[in-house]
């Protein structure tokens, strides 16, 4: 069975810290790694990865995946309170469904 | 992206009624899921919800608690039927465009309260 686990499960950091977000995983046959934010009840999509050593960057946001040691972290530099949301990882297998199994989520708050 | 409208976003049901949730995405997708997310938890997957054919159901999830629709390539419904609080979650829908490569992209989701 597919297997997502996020650390850690909760964070309160202050605006303008750097923040980083680990997702590991198990899963047969991967395909790609994704990182969502969840700030009321959509989750919104961050990124999408699939080679490993390969950073994705948006605006202050990157993530990168590892996928020999099987992880991924999502870096937030310069935070500010918009960035308080939970955020979600979910990694697909390459079985053509493309089903997600997501991890628990890591809550993040930013203090002003 | 695919942008996906649901409804109701917001409901309070009584217990042993029965709630229609809808999913409308404004183009063509290959798949819709359909997802539960329970108090304090992450995204637990319900069913595929299969273009004209009956939808593919996880383990714990089956077809006379969630029967699901989908009529065509940009719809679906999902009711949740003789409700318990224990179904007291949101809902979400997601779908997968067809330019999108396997992204999924969700609905603003479901809230449901059961009395």
């Known amino acids: 069975e597919d297997k997502v686990v996020q650390s850690p499960l909760s964070l309160v950091v202050h605006e303008g810290d750097t923040v980083t977000l680990n997702c590991s995983y198990e899963?047969?046959?991967?395909?790609?790694l994704l990182w969502y934010k969840q700030e009321k009840k959509a989750p919104t999509f961050l990124f999408m990865l699939?080679?490993?050593?390969i950073e994705k960057k948006s605006g202050r946001l990157s993530s990168i995946l590892d996928k020999k040691e099987l992880f991924s972290i999502l870096n937030i530099t310069a935070t500010q309170t918009g960035d308080s949301a939970v955020y979600l990882c979910?990694?697909?297998?390459?079985?053509?469904?493309?089903?997600?199994?997501f991890g628990t989520g890591t809550r993040l708050t930013i203090i002003p | 992206s695919a942008v996906i409208s649901q409804k109701p976003s917001r409901d309070i049901c009584q217990r042993g009624t029965s709630l229609t949730i809808q999913c409308q995405v404004d183009?063509?997708?290959?798949?819709m899921f359909w997802y539960r997310q329970q108090p304090g938890q992450s995204l637990t997957l319900i069913a595929t919800?299969?273009?004209?054919?009956?939808?593919?159901?996880e383990s714990g999830f089956v077809i006379d608690k969630f029967p699901i629709s989908r009529p065509n390539l940009t719809f679906s419904t999902l009711t949740v039927s003789n409700m318990s609080p224990e179904d007291s979650s949101i809902y979400l829908c997601?779908?997968?465009?067809?330019?999108?490569?396997?992204?999924?992209?969700f609905g603003a989701g479901t809230r449901l309260s059961v009395l």
């Open positions: 183009s063509q997708v290959t798949m």
């Open positions: 979910a990694v697909e297998s390459n079985f053509g469904n493309e089903k997600l199994t």
């Open positions: 919800a299969n273009q004209g054919s009956e939808a593919t159901y």
């Open positions: 997601s779908a997968v465009g067809t330019r999108a490569k396997n992204i999924q992209y």
């Open positions: 899963v047969t046959n991967f395909r790609s």
């Open positions: 699939t080679s490993s050593g």
